[in-house]
Nanobody
């Protein structure tokens, strides 16, 4: 299993970023996928998730209405569109696969929201 995140960067408050996670080494279309984040000094937290076909999604209360998760099974990629970013969204964002009780993680992509 390999998960590779991209798309992070420095953005001003109110700005947007589109994060991507490209997966390999497993049948991507057969698994739900998640995005987590970890801010400095805090525990890793679930941000959003999506079912295999993309028909159902779930979000942390802190990002509802601002973030949108989606996937393209033909490209083995899951996305996280982040809008109306706030300084408290600053974190490393990780792509996650949970398979047979085992969590797999990418190395993450850093999002910094600052003026």
């Amino acid at each position: 299993v390999q998960l590779v995140e991209s798309g992070g960067g420095l953005v001003q408050p109110g700005g947007s970023l589109r994060l991507s996670c490209t997966a390999s080494g497993f049948t991507f279309s057969s698994y739900n996928m998640n995005w987590y984040r970890q801010a400095p000094g805090k525990e890793r937290e679930l941000v959003a998730g999506i079912t295999t076909g993309g028909s159902s999604t779930w979000y942390a209360d802190s990002v509802k209405g601002r973030f949108t998760i989606s996937r393209d099974n033909a490209k083995n990629t899951v996305y996280l569109q982040t809008n109306s970013l706030k300084p408290e969204d600053t974190a490393i964002y990780y792509c996650n696969l949970r398979r047979s009780g085992v969590n797999y993680w990418g190395v993450g992509t850093l999002v910094t929201v600052s003026s």
